[in-house]
């Protein structure tokens, strides 16, 4: 598997999940980390030792001598599991009044369905593609909280706490709502500038992809799969949404 930097909480319970989800299947985890996005060094380090397959952090266009999975992505070379997010996002804006600001990463299918529940919406909208380097990424939510929209819309968790933080520090006067994708639950969703949440399961995520990858390497004959695991809108505010707030850090 192609990891980020371990020292990120959601990257660490990610690869936990995974290592003990394959010993299951008697199936040993190779990790090879890589914090960049580009994957390139990663990936070769990986094929050098011949492994049976590998499980991607998000995909690319890139055919692999090897079986493959990978999430938030489309495909034509590897098998996929993604969150069905059409209508929860739908949900989650409609009625929304004001302006609303994506930040997303790159490749990843959360930007071209926002854009297209804003669209059905009728909600103002921008989105950006944020860096995966932690310093640059900084910057750029600077500029756009300069901007001052209305909301904020986001797929990671480490991007959100980043924002709540800058907000804190250098935009006081300034209250956006904040709408999150609830792939890991902790603290941070207890903040008042919290909206609401696009739930999926994590768990399910890497219970699919393993299972989708060993019946890929165990038979070589077998179609690629693309997989759509379920998601819903939770309102802050809402029971549902209070179980979801923890004192500590874990997935879905």
Sequence with gaps: MISGDLTNAYCAHFADLTLRVLKERDYQLLLALDSSGEKGEA???LLAREVDGIILPQGDESKLPCPAVAADCHSKFFSTINPDIAQPLQQALSGISGRVSGIFFPHSLWQEE??????????????VCLSLKRELRLG??????????????TSGWETLTMLLELLDAEFPDYTP??????NCTGPFLNDRRMAGVIYSSTTQLVREMCD??????????????ERRLPSHYIPAGTPEYAQLVSRKFRLT
């Design 140 to 153: 750029e939510l600077r500029k756009l909280c300069a901007t001052r929209p209305d909301y904020f819309i």
């Design 43 to 45: 990936l070769q380090s």
């Design 177 to 182: 709502h904040i709408l999150l994708h609830a």
């Design 212 to 225: 989708v990858l060993i019946d890929r390497i165990e038979n070589p004959g077998a179609p690629l799969e």
């Design 114 to 127: 926002f854009e297209r529940a804003a669209r059905c919406s009728g909600v103002t909208n921008d989105s």
